[in-house]
């Protein structure tokens, strides 16, 4: 956290202020920001780097990871996240990644 704090831009006599979900969100990877608040500048503040929106975010990899190694499955993920209140992909997708690892 420190190291994103230091690295945000912040005008001279500016505020930080944290931006939940200042992107779209994929499954787990959420991409939140630091805002500037004299010019509003938003920096990016993820735990994980982005990936291209072509590959699978990191997060999501260690989720489908974890539901292939566990046996979980598709059904009790879902259930898991939906309690969480985050969005989970759709069926056949979730198949397609856990096979593609």
Request: glycine fraction near 8%; charged fraction near 15%; include cysteine.
């Amino acid at each position: 956290m420190k190291e994103c704090i230091d690295i945000a831009h912040i005008c001279p006599g500016g505020r930080l202020e944290l931006i939940i979900d200042s992107g779209k969100s994929f499954g787990l990877f959420h991409k939140n920001g630091l805002k500037c608040s004299i010019c509003n500048k938003i920096t990016d503040l993820t735990n994980f780097p982005a990936q291209s929106s072509r590959q699978i975010q990191e997060p999501n990899q260690r989720l489908y990871a974890a539901s292939a190694i566990s046996g979980t499955g598709y059904d009790t993920t879902q259930f898991v996240l939906a309690l969480l209140g985050i969005s989970m992909p759709h069926r056949s997708t979730f198949y397609q990644q856990v096979h593609n690892l």
